[in-house]
Protein backbone atom coordinates (compact mmCIF):
# COMPACT_ATOMS: atom_id res chain seq x y z
CA UNK A 1 0.00 0.00 0.00
CA UNK A 2 1.22 3.36 -0.52
CA UNK A 3 2.03 5.89 2.11
CA UNK A 4 3.13 9.28 2.31
CA UNK A 5 5.35 10.83 5.10
CA UNK A 6 6.08 14.94 5.81
CA UNK A 7 8.63 16.04 8.58
CA UNK A 8 9.08 18.15 10.70
CA UNK A 9 5.13 17.47 11.72
CA UNK A 10 6.08 21.29 13.58
CA UNK A 11 7.81 23.95 13.45
CA UNK A 12 8.30 27.43 14.68
CA UNK A 13 10.77 29.34 12.69
CA UNK A 14 11.93 33.26 13.22
CA UNK A 15 11.46 35.87 10.67
CA UNK A 16 14.47 36.29 7.80
CA UNK A 17 15.28 32.29 8.72
CA UNK A 18 15.16 29.61 5.64
CA UNK A 19 12.94 26.52 5.82
CA UNK A 20 13.08 22.87 4.31
CA UNK A 21 9.90 20.64 4.43
CA UNK A 22 10.26 17.32 2.83
CA UNK A 23 7.61 14.95 1.60
CA UNK A 24 8.48 11.63 0.47
CA UNK A 25 5.36 8.95 -0.99
CA UNK A 26 5.85 4.93 -0.65
CA UNK A 27 4.19 2.39 -2.47
CA UNK A 28 4.03 3.87 -5.82
CA UNK A 29 6.03 5.11 -9.23
CA UNK A 30 5.85 8.63 -10.93
CA UNK A 31 3.80 9.79 -9.02
CA UNK A 32 2.04 13.46 -9.39
CA UNK A 33 2.69 15.58 -6.03
CA UNK A 34 1.35 18.93 -4.91
CA UNK A 35 2.29 21.09 -1.92
CA UNK A 36 -0.52 22.97 -0.14
CA UNK A 37 -0.75 25.68 2.04
CA UNK A 38 -3.66 26.28 4.73
CA UNK A 39 -4.17 29.18 6.67
CA UNK A 40 -5.96 29.18 9.88
CA UNK A 41 -9.47 28.67 9.62
CA UNK A 42 -8.77 29.24 5.48
CA UNK A 43 -9.10 26.70 2.57
CA UNK A 44 -6.51 25.50 0.72
CA UNK A 45 -4.19 27.11 -1.47
CA UNK A 46 -2.01 25.06 -4.27
CA UNK A 47 1.45 26.00 -4.28
CA UNK A 48 3.09 23.59 -6.67
CA UNK A 49 2.99 20.35 -8.68
CA UNK A 50 5.00 18.33 -10.54
CA UNK A 51 4.72 15.34 -12.92
CA UNK A 52 7.79 14.02 -12.70
CA UNK A 53 11.67 14.94 -11.86
CA UNK A 54 12.61 18.27 -12.32
CA UNK A 55 9.46 19.22 -13.56
CA UNK A 56 7.77 22.15 -11.34
CA UNK A 57 4.65 23.95 -11.64
CA UNK A 58 4.61 27.85 -9.78
CA UNK A 59 0.72 28.35 -8.85
CA UNK A 60 1.20 31.70 -6.56
CA UNK A 61 4.44 33.57 -7.09
CA UNK A 62 5.80 34.18 -3.18
CA UNK A 63 9.24 33.33 -1.56
CA UNK A 64 8.72 29.59 -1.29
CA UNK A 65 10.08 27.19 -4.28
CA UNK A 66 10.13 23.48 -4.65
CA UNK A 67 11.98 20.94 -5.91
CA UNK A 68 11.88 17.00 -6.96
CA UNK A 69 15.29 15.49 -6.73
CA UNK A 70 13.87 11.95 -6.83
CA UNK A 71 11.08 10.37 -8.23
CA UNK A 72 9.15 10.46 -4.81
CA UNK A 73 10.27 12.98 -2.84
CA UNK A 74 9.17 16.74 -2.78
CA UNK A 75 10.81 19.54 -1.10
CA UNK A 76 9.43 22.98 -0.27
CA UNK A 77 12.08 25.44 0.77
CA UNK A 78 12.61 29.28 1.12
CA UNK A 79 15.46 31.41 2.33
CA UNK A 80 14.16 34.08 4.24
CA UNK A 81 10.90 33.41 5.99
CA UNK A 82 8.19 35.83 6.15
CA UNK A 83 5.66 36.61 8.92
CA UNK A 84 2.82 35.36 6.15
CA UNK A 85 4.28 32.12 5.37
CA UNK A 86 3.21 30.63 8.97
CA UNK A 87 0.64 27.73 8.28
CA UNK A 88 -0.45 24.50 7.41
CA UNK A 89 1.42 22.53 4.93
CA UNK A 90 0.10 19.66 2.96
CA UNK A 91 2.08 17.48 0.61
CA UNK A 92 -0.16 15.11 -1.16
CA UNK A 93 0.63 12.64 -4.53
CA UNK A 94 -1.67 10.97 -7.20
CA UNK A 95 -1.57 8.66 -9.77
CA UNK A 96 -4.43 8.76 -12.66
CA UNK A 97 -6.86 5.38 -12.19
CA UNK A 98 -9.36 5.33 -15.41
CA UNK A 99 -8.74 9.23 -15.50
CA UNK A 100 -9.58 10.19 -12.40
CA UNK A 101 -6.57 12.09 -10.02
CA UNK A 102 -7.83 11.45 -6.80
CA UNK A 103 -5.27 12.95 -4.58
CA UNK A 104 -3.95 11.76 -1.29
CA UNK A 105 -2.87 13.77 1.64
CA UNK A 106 0.07 13.56 4.02
CA UNK A 107 -0.36 14.48 7.69
CA UNK A 108 0.75 17.86 7.26
CA UNK A 109 3.45 20.25 9.26
CA UNK A 110 2.22 23.00 11.24
CA UNK A 111 4.79 25.82 10.70
CA UNK A 112 5.13 29.24 12.83
CA UNK A 113 6.93 32.15 12.08
CA UNK A 114 7.63 34.72 14.61
CA UNK B 1 -12.74 28.46 -15.77
CA UNK B 2 -13.15 25.29 -13.21
CA UNK B 3 -14.57 26.41 -10.51
CA UNK B 4 -16.14 24.61 -7.23
CA UNK B 5 -18.89 26.58 -4.89
CA UNK B 6 -19.56 24.69 -1.42
CA UNK B 7 -22.73 26.52 1.06
CA UNK B 8 -20.55 28.49 3.60
CA UNK B 9 -20.44 26.98 7.63
CA UNK B 10 -20.23 26.76 9.74
CA UNK B 11 -23.17 24.37 10.18
CA UNK B 12 -23.54 23.28 13.51
CA UNK B 13 -26.06 19.93 14.17
CA UNK B 14 -27.54 18.12 17.06
CA UNK B 15 -25.94 14.15 17.18
CA UNK B 16 -28.49 12.00 14.91
CA UNK B 17 -29.18 14.77 13.02
CA UNK B 18 -29.91 14.69 9.32
CA UNK B 19 -26.90 16.52 6.95
CA UNK B 20 -26.63 17.99 3.97
CA UNK B 21 -23.84 19.99 2.69
CA UNK B 22 -24.42 21.49 -0.58
CA UNK B 23 -21.90 21.39 -3.89
CA UNK B 24 -22.17 22.80 -7.07
CA UNK B 25 -19.56 23.06 -9.62
CA UNK B 26 -18.73 24.60 -13.45
CA UNK B 27 -16.19 22.63 -15.31
CA UNK B 28 -15.16 21.80 -18.87
CA UNK B 29 -15.77 18.62 -20.03
CA UNK B 30 -16.87 15.61 -17.56
CA UNK B 31 -15.45 15.87 -14.13
CA UNK B 32 -14.46 13.29 -11.40
CA UNK B 33 -16.03 14.58 -8.59
CA UNK B 34 -15.03 14.32 -4.85
CA UNK B 35 -15.34 14.81 -1.17
CA UNK B 36 -12.44 14.86 1.52
CA UNK B 37 -12.75 15.03 5.02
CA UNK B 38 -10.41 17.16 7.37
CA UNK B 39 -10.18 16.25 11.41
CA UNK B 40 -8.63 19.05 13.48
CA UNK B 41 -4.68 19.16 12.88
CA UNK B 42 -4.54 16.50 10.23
CA UNK B 43 -4.67 16.26 6.41
CA UNK B 44 -7.20 15.68 4.07
CA UNK B 45 -8.47 12.33 3.55
CA UNK B 46 -10.66 11.00 0.68
CA UNK B 47 -13.86 10.20 1.75
CA UNK B 48 -15.85 9.24 -1.48
CA UNK B 49 -15.78 9.90 -5.53
CA UNK B 50 -18.18 9.65 -8.17
CA UNK B 51 -16.52 9.66 -11.78
CA UNK B 52 -19.50 9.92 -14.14
CA UNK B 53 -23.17 11.10 -14.24
CA UNK B 54 -25.83 9.50 -11.92
CA UNK B 55 -22.69 7.62 -9.90
CA UNK B 56 -23.39 7.54 -6.14
CA UNK B 57 -20.30 7.45 -3.64
CA UNK B 58 -20.60 6.26 -0.36
CA UNK B 59 -18.23 5.52 2.41
CA UNK B 60 -19.19 5.92 6.44
CA UNK B 61 -22.55 6.69 5.97
CA UNK B 62 -21.89 9.83 3.72
CA UNK B 63 -23.17 9.53 0.61
CA UNK B 64 -23.23 11.82 -2.76
CA UNK B 65 -24.52 11.69 -6.10
CA UNK B 66 -23.27 13.16 -9.19
CA UNK B 67 -26.11 15.17 -10.88
CA UNK B 68 -24.82 16.57 -14.61
CA UNK B 69 -28.16 18.31 -14.92
CA UNK B 70 -27.50 20.34 -11.61
CA UNK B 71 -23.84 20.26 -11.63
CA UNK B 72 -24.04 19.64 -8.25
CA UNK B 73 -22.67 16.65 -5.77
CA UNK B 74 -24.37 17.33 -2.05
CA UNK B 75 -22.83 15.37 1.06
CA UNK B 76 -25.64 13.87 2.72
CA UNK B 77 -25.51 11.54 5.78
CA UNK B 78 -29.01 10.88 7.74
CA UNK B 79 -27.30 10.23 11.68
CA UNK B 80 -24.14 12.50 12.26
CA UNK B 81 -22.31 11.56 15.36
CA UNK B 82 -20.10 14.12 17.17
CA UNK B 83 -16.96 11.98 15.65
CA UNK B 84 -18.37 13.50 12.39
CA UNK B 85 -17.46 17.22 13.58
CA UNK B 86 -14.68 18.15 10.85
CA UNK B 87 -14.31 20.33 7.63
CA UNK B 88 -15.21 18.87 4.57
CA UNK B 89 -14.12 19.85 0.77
CA UNK B 90 -15.83 19.22 -2.49
CA UNK B 91 -13.34 18.97 -5.03
CA UNK B 92 -13.25 18.29 -9.13
CA UNK B 93 -10.67 16.40 -11.64
CA UNK B 94 -11.14 17.37 -15.30
CA UNK B 95 -10.24 14.79 -17.59
CA UNK B 96 -6.33 15.19 -18.01
CA UNK B 97 -3.44 15.27 -15.93
CA UNK B 98 -4.39 18.15 -13.84
CA UNK B 99 -4.50 19.28 -10.10
CA UNK B 100 -8.06 18.78 -8.28
CA UNK B 101 -10.09 22.15 -7.95
CA UNK B 102 -11.11 22.46 -4.58
CA UNK B 103 -14.40 24.58 -2.74
CA UNK B 104 -13.64 26.31 0.59
CA UNK B 105 -14.58 23.92 2.74
CA UNK B 106 -17.52 23.62 5.10
CA UNK B 107 -16.86 23.36 8.90
CA UNK B 108 -19.25 20.61 10.71
CA UNK B 109 -19.35 20.79 14.32
CA UNK B 110 -21.75 17.86 15.94
CA UNK B 111 -22.81 18.50 19.78
CA UNK B 112 -24.38 15.99 22.16
Known amino acids: SQTIHQWPATLVQPVGSPLSLECTVEGTSNPNLYWYRQAAGRGLQLLFYSVGIGQISSEVPQNLSASRPQDRQFILSSKKLLLSDSGFYLC?????????????FGPGTRLTVT | GNSVTQMEGPVTLSEEAFLTINCTYTATGYPSLFWYVQYPGEGLQLLLKATKADDKGSNKGFEATYRKETTSFHLEKGSVQVSDSAVYFCALNVPGNTPLVFGKGTRLSVIA
Open chain 1, 92 to 104: AWSVGTDGSYEQY
